[in-house]
Nanobody
Framework: QVQLVESGGGSVQAGGSLQLSCTAS????????MGWFRQAPGKEREGVAH???????IYDESVKGRFTISKASARNALYLQMNSLKPEDTAVYYC?????????????????WGQGTQVTVSS
């Protein structure tokens, strides 16, 4: 079955960096769009960065220039490099698979989710 497993979360000070990883299994990774979402306490889940099957990317305005999404299809792996982290980046981060090769920023367009990894940024 489809499985997505995130890793790499942790606690850092503002201005620091983290790299999240998502290992995928149970489907043809290179055929699907993938995304990173986050959810802070009391807030709705929001799209952070997304990459299409062909490698096109889109980012939320709040992370442009600071976060980079990438993938290694040979390893069935998705990454999110997060630099210049801010306290407002604190959230649980989720890896998700789109229903097709395209992506959107809408959570309901994604049909498989990982369990999430906590990112905490202190000021």
């Amino acid at each position: 079955q489809v499985q997505l497993v995130e890793s790499g979360g942790g606690s850092v000070q503002a201005g620091g960096s983290l790299q999240l990883s998502c290992t995928a299994s149970g489907f043809s990774f290179s055929s699907y769009g993938m995304g990173w979402f986050r959810q802070a306490p009391g807030k709705e889940r929001e799209g952070v960065a997304h990459i299409t099957a062909s490698g096109g990317t889109i980012y939320d305005e709040s992370v442009k220039g600071r976060f980079t999404i990438s993938k290694a299809s040979a390893r069935n792996a998705l990454y999110l490099q997060m630099n210049s982290l801010k306290p407002e980046d604190t959230a649980v981060y989720y890896c998700a698979r789109s229903a097709g090769g395209w992506v959107s920023r809408t959570p309901s367009d994604y049909i498989a989710w990982g369990q999430g990894t906590q990112v905490t940024v202190s000021s």
